[in-house]
């Protein structure tokens, strides 16, 4: 079946001969054709009527009472009323749906017969004709193989702004079209010639300009009437305007685009607010914490500064004032480098410093870090051991990026260790068999990081210290470190220690070297 056709469902009230006979003369066309108008329900109150004997053996619905055939689960579009109790007929007009239409017993005997003389209906323009047809809603043509007209319903006329004489016998190309010869349009453009190539009925949409100028968006469905001989006779063509609900459909199409775009513009500003918003509030915060980390240091070495400065005025120096001084140098000394790590944390969160590659030997440089924090590591009471693998191979990668890695990894183990009053921080290297990079492991034994903490160790402005750290030494670490092609892991236990793992390629992928 043609997905493409409406399918009209009908139902029939009144089970008598005329019943029997109409389901009688219209099975066959049913069974061996597509029909359009299936019937598919008759109601009668008597069960043993005829025409609910016919129906129940074709296996269509019977009811006896015609008010179930309003049922929406049946889907009738169309009631015709075999009985000629008026009653019925009034009773029908007021209570069904308006989705349903109605034939009345005397336009449908008039129709039937009609039918049942196809020639002498389509030969000749009866009144009765003219009632069924205009009583009809839709354009309605009944054309002849010729493409002449036979037919046009009251309803086809005015609203194309024509009279009946102007369309009788008149080709449907000059009434469509305006033009004096056939359309030389293909089967897939005029539903007419595909009905007559395919010999089938067929249902197109179609865009047609009035006479007075107005363009209006039709469903044109054309059904073949078949002679006995098995020729076609007459077309019915059938339009249906559907220039009001295309107009709805656009409509609605256009409000839901700028719907979409409204909301796409919003949700663009919504994301430049919260953008812009985030920006400042990081800035803000960093801002805060820099101020905060710097100033620290800076007042504790103006203070020793004053104080030592006080001591050179008031007292000679001696043995013991030298021993202070050197103690206080020893301070300020730390908290000159704190601020040279903070400074230098900045600097390589915001990606300013330049990344210089070339060949790099790891074991070297983890020694000059440790020599830059010999200091801090004495302070804090912390024991090194270093545990270089034999022949470690070269890596290309940036010096300074690298070594302010270590520098963080080594800082933040002596910090974890402060708590203890000092502990061992354990160096090693080697390679992994794994995949042959180059592997780094920086242990410690303090404190430990708490397990709920882990997943968040390496995003930025994130610490577990108190009064010390901005929150980027991890977080600067873990992007040198991807930078490099690399990858670096924690494992920790409270209490115990942290171990840091880092995995280097030998050559970064798309780097040359310097």
Not at 90 to 110: A, C, G, K, M, W
Request: with cysteine.
């Amino acid at each position: 079946m043609d997905r493409n056709v409406s399918i009209i469902h009908i139902g029939l009230v009144g089970g008598n001969e005329f019943c029997a006979e109409l389901l009688k003369k219209t099975t066959s066309v049913f069974e061996q054709d597509e029909i359009h108008a299936p019937f598919i329900a008759v109601a009668d109150p008597d069960p043993a009527s005829p025409g609910m004997a016919l129906a129940e053996q074709l296996g269509l619905l019977t009811f006896t009472d015609y008010h179930q055939l309003y049922d929406p689960r049946y889907s009738i579009h169309l009631i015709i009323i075999l009985t000629p109790d008026e009653e019925i007929l009034r009773d029908i007009l007021q209570t069904r749906p308006e989705r349903i239409r109605i034939l009345s017993y005397h336009v449908f005997q008039i129709f039937w017969k009609a039918i049942g003389n196809e020639e002498r209906k389509l030969r000749q323009r009866t009144e009765e004709m003219e009632t069924v047809l205009n009583g009809i809603q839709d354009f309605i043509l009944v054309i002849h193989p010729d493409m002449s007209i036979a037919e046009a319903n009251e309803a086809f006329l005015q609203k194309m702004g024509y009279t009946r004489a102007q369309v009788i016998g008149r080709k449907c190309h000059e009434v469509y079209h305006q033009i004096d010869h056939p359309c030389q349009r293909s089967a897939d453009d005029c539903p007419l010639q595909k009905v007559i190539q395919n010999k089938r009925r067929d249902r197109q949409l179609q865009r047609r300009v009035l006479p007075n100028g107005d363009i209006r968006h039709y469903e044109v469905s054309i059904y073949p009437i078949w002679e006995k001989s098995g020729k076609i006779s007459r077309f019915i063509h059938i339009s249906r305007d559907i220039t009001e609900q295309r107009q709805q459909e656009e409509e609605i199409t256009r409000r839901l685009e700028q719907m979409v775009e409204d909301r796409t513009r919003q949700l663009k500003e919504t994301h430049a607010k919260l953008l812009h918003h985030d920006k400042m509030s990081s800035l803000g915060k960093l801002s805060a914490s820099v101020v905060h980390e710097i100033n620290n240091p800076i007042a504790g070495i103006l203070n020793l500064a004053m104080l030592m400065k006080r001591i050179i005025a008031e007292t000679p120096l001696g043995p013991k004032e030298i021993e202070q001084f050197g103690l206080y140098l020893n301070l300020m000394e730390t908290e000159t480098w704190r601020i040279s790590r903070i400074v230098s944390n900045l600097l390589a969160f915001s990606r300013q410093s330049r990344m210089e590659m070339k060949p790099l030997d790891l074991n070297r440089l983890i020694e000059q870090t440790l020599i830059l924090n010999a200091n801090l590591l004495k302070i804090a009471n912390v024991r090194v051991e270093t545990r270089p693998g034999p022949k470690l191979p070269e890596i290309v990668g940036s010096q300074d990026q690298l070594q302010q890695v270590f520098l963080n990894l080594i800082s933040n183990a002596a910090q974890a260790m402060e708590p203890k009053e000092g502990g061992l921080l354990l160096i090693e290297s080697g390679t992994s068999p794994a995949d042959g990079q180059v592997l780094v492991q920086i242990k410690d034994t303090g404190v430990g990081i708490p397990p709920e903490n882990l997943p968040r160790l390496f995003e930025p402005f994130f610490t577990t210290k108190k009064r010390k750290g901005v929150g980027l030494g991890l977080s600067v670490a873990y992007g040198i470190i991807q930078d490099h092609g690399g990858s670096i892991g924690v494992q920790s236990t409270v209490g115990e220690g942290s171990t840091f793992t880092i995995k280097l390629p030998l050559r970064p992928s798309g780097e040359k070297t310097a």
